[in-house]
């Protein structure tokens, strides 16, 4: 039984290099479920198949391979960490309950003062020596190092100190106790280990063989190209990876994206776009979105004129039409945030984000500008369909008003992410995107939090939010996260307009969508249907 993937060099749906896999059926009842009119349409069904190649579309090109230069999102590099280095931990993203990977478990007798990993016994790195506590002591504490510069620095600098208690226990102490720490582990880099060895090495020896313990080793990396993996035969977690090979391309741009894998180019793409999912729905193909709460936001600058004016803030806030601007970017497909939790979390409280008002906006327009301090920004955003749209948007809805200008900025990635970290910027595109709210919105909020775009800082906030950090107890979390919601809209760090849409789309062949933090797919359970 043969399957023949063509991909081309220089696209990601055709060209000249034909891929022949053979497969063999574990057991039987293998299909392809075909969409029906009334139903979400459904992927390969029944047991895994074994062997056969896969093309996957990511958002996002890596800067390097080493895991501190990786981000574990679905719109960064989330598939292809967890190909190279598997997973510590998952997480079920319904209960966002903790679940077992690599590490046994991650858990906290105090409180959250101290957390205790224990291993898997026998991990092996692709090299052969051993994934122990030692390893995982290494790679945290070099994530917290800000010579590394990692991706995950806002987390990992949590941790005060990593102890090895024996080769398969590592003892962690918490800057301050979070029984929720977990999630931080999940949601970041700190999930994905590396060989010491190897990262004490030169970074261009590390990218050309990165060494992980993952379901897929590295056969090269192309930039701007393709990334070519082949199945680990020693991976700890046989059968898997079902695949033989997963062929990586990056496009950054969600119509390039979603147009391929509708053709037939790509067999599954990590998608962000809600106008681009509701096309994939129409074509037929198969959608798995996580359930988010909180979303992205039009993060204004609270350090730095004009928005360290509260009022500034609140005029844009009020000049700036959510609706509008899902009709510009998402064609209206886009799931607005009328609150941080969705309706049926046990946080939800009625307490609204939007705080559109076109004349109050005006009122307070006319009031800075009368006392010498006309409302003047640049919008930097993303060089993404979406961010592009986004700020285009908001720059034509603003300039319907007087006393106040819009400027528009366009930056690469690695640009923008610099700019947001060093709040070198007065407004750009952010998120606060919350399955269990400490991880979310301490990161956003917090007034210390190095994830804290905005700049904001709120004594009271800040009082709320380490309420819900430290406390066990749902109906304490509860009151709160009440307050957090209160304290977020009242003081108007930016404009949410859109939940997050962490998704994963996919052809009718393709089995084993399995996605866990916010949105990052595991590549060891993707098979392919003959």
């Not at 506590?133 to 941790?159: E, G, M, Y």
């Not at 193909?285 to 928005?307: C, E, H, S, T």
């Not at 046990?346 to 906006?361: E, F, M, R, V």
């Not at 919105?441 to 009271?460: C, H, M, T, Y």
């Amino acid at each position: 039984m043969l399957r023949r993937h063509v991909l081309g060099r220089n696209g990601l749906a055709a060209g000249s290099l034909a891929l022949v896999s053979v497969v063999m059926l574990v057991g039987a009842g293998c299909s392809v479920t075909p969409p029906e009119a009334s139903a979400p349409a459904v992927g390969a069904t029944g047991d895994p198949v074994i062997g056969g190649s896969m093309r996957a579309v990511q958002a996002a090109e890596p800067r390097a391979l080493d895991p501190a230069a990786l981000s574990n999102t679905w719109t960064t590099q989330g598939f292809l960490g967890n190909a190279l280095y598997g997973t510590l931990l998952i997480n079920d993203v319904v209960t966002t309950a903790i679940e077992p990977s690599m590490a046994l478990s991650y858990d906290t007798v105090d409180g959250g003062a101290t957390f205790t990993l224990r291993l898997r016994p026998d991990l092996k790195f692709s090299d052969g020596s051993p994934l122990d506590a030692a390893a995982v002591k290494f790679n945290w504490d070099r994530l917290r190092d800000p010579v590394t510069a990692s991706q995950s620095i806002a987390q990992a600098v949590n941790v005060a100190s990593n102890d090895v208690l024996d080769p398969l226990t590592l003892r962690s102490t918490l800057q301050s106790p979070n029984p929720h720490f977990a999630q931080s582990i999940v949601n970041s880099s700190m999930n994905w280990i590396g060989s010491p060895s190897a990262l004490a090495g030169s970074p261009e020896a590390f990218n050309s063989k990165p060494i992980g313990a993952g379901p897929f080793l590295l056969q090269s990396w192309a930039r701007q190209d393709v990334t070519e993996l082949v199945r680990n035969p020693n991976y700890w977690d046989a059968p898997k990876p079902y695949l033989d090979k997963i062929s990586l391309r990056t496009a950054n741009d969600t119509n390039q994206r979603i147009n391929t894998v509708i053709a037939g180019g790509a067999d599954v793409v990590m998608e962000s776009n809600w106008a681009s999912l509701a096309k994939a729905r129409n074509a037929g193909l198969p959608v798995d979105v996580v359930p988010m709460g909180g979303g992205q936001y039009i993060a204004m600058n609270n350090a730095r004129a004009p928005f360290d004016d509260i009022r500034a803030r609140q005029a844009v806030a009020k000049a700036v039409n959510v609706e509008s601007l899902n009709l510009a970017v998402y064609n209206g497909e886009g799931e607005i945030p009328e609150s941080l939790f969705k309706d049926g979390s046990p946080y939800y409280t009625d307490t609204k984000l939007s705080q559109y008002d076109p004349n109050g906006a005006q009122v307070l327009f006319d009031e800075l500008a009368a006392e010498g301090k006309p409302v003047e920004f640049t919008f930097t955003a993303f060089s993404t369909v979406e961010n592009r749209a986004g700020s285009e948007s908001v720059q034509a809805q603003l300039s319907a008003f007087d006393n106040v200008k819009v400027n528009v900025e366009t930056v690469d990635f690695p640009t923008g992410l610099a700019k947001a970290g060093s709040k070198d910027f007065q407004v750009i595109i952010s998120a606060s995107n919350i399955q269990d709210p400490d991880y979310g919105l301490w990161l956003a909020f917090q007034s210390k939090s190095r994830g804290n775009v905005s700049g904001i800082s709120d004594p009271e906030l800040d009082r709320a939010l380490a309420a819900g950090r430290y406390s066990e107890s749902t109906n304490e979390r509860k009151a709160a996260y009440k307050v957090v919601q209160e304290r977020v809209v009242a003081l108007t760090p930016g404009i949410f307009y859109v939940r997050a849409s962490p998704a994963a789309v996919s052809g009718l062949d393709v089995g084993g969508i399995h996605q866990y933090g916010t949105g990052s797919l595991l590549p060891e359970e993707l098979w392919i249907a003959d």
